[in-house]
């Protein structure tokens, strides 16, 4: 009888050890143990909330801190003090089930700011909804648009996210010894949300991890655009920041490094194919150019390596314009025949 107390109390006393060196680990320890939870996918709030049905899956990265991971897109929670901070919002048919799934993360507290890092609503009801009960908008200030009608200009996009505060180049909200840092990455509605003391950084649509952007060049949502924006989160990042994509799982800044220079490699091996007088056809049928990122699965999301190839392309050729296709052959020969021409003008 008295080994078997002695035992119990050596086990409670290891419970405790453990529990005090787990509550004392250090923060990169922290964020190892949640980024290896969340690539398990052994995710407590995500069985707790699994009555629910629906596509989205909840993700803790730091204290207070989770984002509803999608197919198509990922959403921001940041709790403070019976205060939730949304960063964008989901499709209408998950914001029923992903407002459930937030209730429960503290049922006592409600929603005080909506962020849109895109100026884009993709949830009007439920959006309106927020804002009946008191939730306050925030986005990127924007201008009018200078001439609606060019391809490829969005400058002045006034989107579908009307916010009550509006800003140009940061906003900082300030909530008790926390800040939210809110700051444009482009002139065009992008922005990205930094929350310094966690080192945690939401980057909105303009980045895809694993997975192909969507394109729309013709309505000013170009490959450029978002490779240009990608310069300015790298820069607000470090080693340790947490990095929550548009779209995808957590990411870190050689991600994004890397990211950037395998995109900026494909636009200069399309580009000098479009001027070798290469059909969208041809580069299709190339498979190497995406060969190493068809690999990892990038192709395996809503945008297939097709759809990718394709608006690279079309954003491209309508960039450089007309290609002299003729052999240098026949170059030279219309050459020489303006020659001729100019001279006999003269005579």
Do not use: C, H, W
């Amino acid at each position: 009888m008295r080994i078997k107390i002695l035992t119990t109390s050596l086990l409670i006393t290891l419970g405790f050890i453990a529990i005090g060196q787990d509550n004392n680990i250090s923060k990169e320890e922290y964020y190892a143990k949640q980024k290896k939870m969340m690539e398990s996918g052994n995710n407590l709030l995500e069985t707790e909330t699994s009555n629910y049905q629906g596509n989205t899956r909840l993700v803790n990265v730091a204290p207070d801190i989770y984002f509803l991971q999608g197919t198509d897109s990922n959403m921001g929670i940041y709790l403070y003090e019976e205060k939730f901070y949304l960063i964008d919002t989901q499709i209408e048919e998950e914001m029923d089930r992903n407002l459930k799934i937030i209730s429960r993360l503290d049922k006592k507290a409600s929603v005080k700011y909506l962020i849109s890092t895109s100026n884009e609503l993709k949830a009007r009801k439920t959006a309106m909804g927020l804002k009946k009960d008191g939730t306050l908008f925030v986005s990127q200030k924007l201008l009018k648009r200078s001439n609606p009608n060019k391809k490829n200009n969005r400058a002045g996009y006034t989107g579908t996210f009307k916010p009550d505060l509006a800003f140009v180049g940061e906003i900082d909200l300030n909530i008790g010894d926390k800040k939210i840092e809110i700051i444009s990455i482009n002139n065009d509605g992008n922005s990205m949300v930094f929350l310094p003391k966690n080192n945690v950084l939401f980057t909105g649509p303009i980045y895809t991890n694993k997975k192909y952007p969507k394109l729309d060049f013709e309505n000013g949502y170009s490959f450029n655009l978002i490779l240009s924006s990608l310069s300015n989160i790298i820069a607000k990042a470090n080693d340790n920041t947490i990095i929550v994509p548009g779209n995808g799982i957590v990411a870190k800044k050689s991600d994004l490094v890397n990211y950037s220079t395998v995109m900026n490699r494909i636009i200069k091996q399309v580009t000098t194919l479009i001027e070798n007088g290469k059909t969208l056809e041809n580069v299709l049928a190339m498979k190497n150019i995406t060969k190493n990122l068809d690999s990892q699965g990038f192709g395996e999301g809503t945008v297939t390596t097709e759809m990718f190839i394709t608006s690279v392309y079309n954003e491209l050729a309508f960039e450089i314009g007309p290609v002299d296709t003729r052999s240098p052959e026949e170059r030279a020969m219309e050459r020489l025949k303006q020659i001729q021409k100019e001279k006999e003008n003269k005579n």
